[in-house]
C-alpha cells in the first residue's frame, strides 16, 4: 500500500513540475491544429474551384484517389495509395499467379526503373534488365506520372502486345521493346543439382516461397545420394525483388541455428521489432553460397544480410538493390488499400543497407554473354602422353579408380560449360568444391 501511495504521490508531484514545462509544446501543438485545418480547408476550396471551373467535367473520385496518391508518392518511392482493383492484383501477387510483363518496378527522380526481371517471364526473355529504364509504353511518355500510373499502362489483356522504349546504360541511344503480355505464374523456388551442389534459385517471396525451398531442397539432397555426398548449397537471389517479410525471415532461420535474423525499427522505438532464428539448420551445416546483383531487393537483402553477418554464408556477386525499408499494407474501407512505409529494417550487426545495400564478400561481375560466332572452330585438343603409341600403363590404379578418374574430368568439363552460361554461379559452385576439397577426412 505504502509503494502505491509513494507512486502515485510522486506521480503528482511530477504532474505538477511538468505543467509549465509542457505548457509551450502544447500551445505548438494547438497552432499546429489549426494549420492543419487550414490546409484541409484550402484543399477543399481548391477541389470545389476544380470541379466548378475546370475546362473540362471531372471524374470527382480520380480526383480525389489522385490527390491521395500524390500525398503518399511524396512521402518516398514505396508509399502509395492502391484503388480496389490494384489492391486485388497486389493480394494476388503474393499468391503467386497474376498477368502481365514480369518486372518489377520502381521510380526514381520521375522515371520507371526496372529493379529485376522475373525469370521465365516474357519481359526475362525479351532481354529486359535489372536498373533499366523504362520511358514510354506504346509511344507515350510515362515522365510526370505516378508509378501506379506507369504500371496500369503496362497492364493489359494476356496474349496483347506492348511495345516500352528502353533506356540502358552503357546503350547510347534508347531502343524499343516489343512484349506480348502472359499469365505470370512464378515459382518461388526451382532446386537442382550442378556436379555435388544444390541450387536453388529463388525467384521471389510470396506464400510459396519456405514451402518451396524446403521441399526442393529435400528431393536434390536425395536424388544426390544424401547429404554426404553435397559439398553445399547455392542460393541463388540475383534479381529477386523480393516480397513478404515473414518468408524473408523463414528462408534465413532455415540456414541459421541461432541468433538475430533482422530487427525493424518505426518511428516510435518502442514498436520496433526484433526476429530471431529457431534451432535446425536444413542444410546440415553445409557451406552456403548466396548468389546477389543489383535486382535483389527487399527481402532478398534481409537473406543475404543475415547469413553474411552470421557468417553462414559467402555472398558472391554484385552489390544489391539498396531497399532497407518495410512496407506496411492497411485495408481502407473502399476495399482498398495503403501500402505505408512504416520501419526501416536493420541487419543482425545493426546495420542499415538503405540506399547502400549488401556488399558481397567477392565481388564478381557476370561478363556480357559472347554472340555466338558460328564461323568459329573449336580449339584442337592439346596431346598428351596418353595420346602416344607404346606409351606405358599406368600400374598403380584400379580400373574402378581410373574410371572415377575420368566421372571426375567429366564433371570438370560439364562445369567449364557452366563457366560460358552462368560465370557467377560458376564462381559460386567453384567455391564450395575448393571449401569441400579442403576438408579433413573422416
Known sequence: ?????????TGTIAGVIATTQVAGPLLAEETSKV???????????????????????VD?????????????????????????????DMRTQTRGEFGGLGIE????????????????????AAGIEAGDFITHVDGESLLGLTLD??????RGPV?????????????????????????????????RTEGKSVVLRVTTFNDQTYPNLEAGLKKAIDEAGGMEAVDGIVLDLRNNPGGLLTQAIKVSDAFLETGEIVSTRGRNPAEGERFNATAGDLAGGKPLVVLINGGSASASEIVAGALQDHRRAIVIGTKSFGKGSVQTVMPLKDDGAMRLTTARYYTPSGRSIQNLGVTPDILVQQPPRKPVDETTEEEPKGRSEADLRGTLKNDSLSEDEVRQIEE???????????????YQLAYAIDILKGMAALKPKE
Not at 1 to 9: S, T, W
Not at 61 to 86: C, F, Q, R, V, W
Open 159 to 191: 496474349g496483347s502486345e506492348i511495345i516500352i522504349t528502353v533506356v540502358r546504360d552503357g546503350t547510347p541511344e534508347p531502343f524499343d521493346v516489343s512484349i506480348v503480355r502472359d499469365t505470370i505464374k512464378l515459382t518461388a523456388v526451382r532446386a
Open 1 to 9: 500500500m505504502k509503494k502505491f501511495l509513494l507512486a502515485a504521490a
Open 408 to 422: 571426375e574430368r567429366a564433371r570438370a568439363e560439364e562445369a567449364t560449360k557452366l563457366r560460358d552460361e552462368d
Open 35 to 57: 494549420s492543419v485545418y487550414e490546409q484541409l480547408d484550402l484543399f477543399g476550396d481548391i477541389f470545389d474551384r476544380i470541379r466548378a471551373q475546370y475546362v473540362e467535367e
Open 60 to 88: 470527382e473520385k480520380k480526383l480525389i484517389e489522385a490527390a491521395i496518391n500524390g500525398m503518399l508518392t511524396s512521402l518516398d518511392p514505396h508509399s502509395s495509395y492502391m484503388a480496389a482493383d490494384a489492391a486485388a
Open 105 to 124: 518496378v520502381t521510380q526514381e527522380e520521375g522515371f520507371v526503373k526496372v529493379v529485376s526481371p522475373i525469370d521465365g517471364t516474357p519481359a526475362d
Open 149 to 154: 500510373q506507369s504500371v496500369d499502362m503496362m
